[in-house]
């Protein structure tokens, strides 16, 4: 039996390299991005010292600096922005607790829509502590910890069985039980009481934000991609919108540096389109990309035989990401101002006898101080 040698493949059998076009300009996606990210935080810190200093005064029995209530604090009330958004569906009337709540969800649900998970990367105060904290994990550790993939994927339903939950629960109510709900001191001093759990943190709670805190260091958005239940709502919504990250395969010269930047672990260098609900358009991937149209945040390109031409129009800078944002953001700020739904609009005797008291208000239909209280 004669045994055939296979001759190495010739320069001339080889398929050809594909020319590298280098980027006309440099990159300006994160900068952009960590910018929109601490003006956001600057916000919410601003609002947060005027609400503890709205607070204080009624704690205070009215005395020393009064201060309006920021209505931007109900942004850090999801549920009463679901509730509230349900009741708006029903009925046609907004809510009059906690209106604004809606008012910033509905904005966020239209940033994903229009942008992918874009609220989870650009805006999202925790999004952009747990990014820094899993930077500052791979810095000290010198390394992020890597989820075998068995693990991964039960891990990641937990904030969909969560989002179930809220949403089971929500979708179960009546337009009058959620009124009664929101009406109820309870629901009225719903942010006073998430103030307070920060205020005086119990040795439980360190605990548990003391161990998120180490995991979101040592796993890459670990929060983000295994907890949190806005992020998945944000991430379903996401999957209808036109903008996504994109692949040109003529222009991609297939270095694989766009798949080891991404912080979703999705396999980027080997699709056209990322169209999955864990991208959250932090464009990480498309400013690894070295070269010319590579990769993009865009909607579907042109049909022509040009590279330059196929992304024509279609290409979202980070500019106009941010423009965008803002947009949705502000719009509906001054929608809800215009409309005259943006602040709630309550005595101050109620704020002075529930807020002082917040700790003290039960849940509706559970046993304790205040949970009957008719403020209607």
Request: glycine content about 8%; hydrophobic content about 50%.
């Amino acid at each position: 039996m004669r045994t055939q040698v296979l001759e190495p493949a010739t320069t001339s059998q080889r398929p050809p390299k594909k020319p590298v076009v280098r980027r006309s300009a440099p990159d300006q996606s994160q900068m952009i991005r960590h910018a929109a990210q601490w003006a956001f935080v600057a916000l919410n810190v601003w609002i947060g010292i005027q609400f503890y200093l709205w607070v204080r005064w009624f704690e205070r029995g009215g005395v020393g600096w009064h201060v309006a209530r920021p209505a931007g604090v109900e942004g850090w009330l999801p549920i009463a922005g679901l509730m509230n958004l349900k009741y708006f569906v029903v009925t046609g009337h907004v809510p009059p607790i906690h209106p604004a709540a809606m008012f910033m969800l509905i904005a966020f649900l239209l940033m994903s829509v229009v942008a992918k998970k874009a609220f989870c990367a650009w805006l999202c105060p925790v999004g952009t502590l747990s990014e820094y904290l899993w930077k500052f994990g791979r810095k000290v550790f010198g390394r992020n910890l890597g989820t075998p993939r068995w693990l991964d994927i039960p891990l990641r339903g937990l904030r969909y069985l969560l989002l179930g939950f809220f949403v089971y629960i929500i979708a179960s109510m009546s337009a009058e039980a959620l009124a009664g709900f929101m009406l109820s001191p309870y629901g009225i001093v719903a942010d006073v009481k998430m103030l307070n759990f920060f205020r005086t943190l119990s040795l439980t709670g360190v605990i548990v934000l003391g161990v998120l805190a180490l995991l979101s260091m040592l796993v890459e958005n670990f929060w983000c991609r295994y907890l949190c239940p806005y992020g998945a709502l944000m991430g379903l919504v996401s999957l209808v919108s036109p903008l996504k990250v994109r692949r040109d395969p003529e222009a991609c010269i297939d270095c694989g540096k766009c798949a080891r930047v991404c912080p979703s672990h999705l396999a980027v260098d080997k699709l056209v389109h990322i169209r999955s609900a864990e991208c959250s358009a932090c464009m990480a991937c498309v400013a690894a990309c070295p070269v010319e149209y590579g990769l993009q945040f865009a909607a579907l390109p042109r049909k022509s035989a040009s590279v330059a031409e196929r992304w024509r129009g279609r290409i979202a800078n980070p500019g106009a990401v941010a423009a965008m944002l803002a947009v949705f953001f502000l719009g509906m700020v001054f929608a809800a101002r215009a409309t005259g739904h943006w602040r709630m609009h309550l005595p101050q005797s109620v704020y002075m006898q529930l807020v002082p008291n917040a700790n003290q208000v039960g849940h509706p239909g559970m046993d304790g101080p205040g949970s009957t209280m008719d403020v209607r």
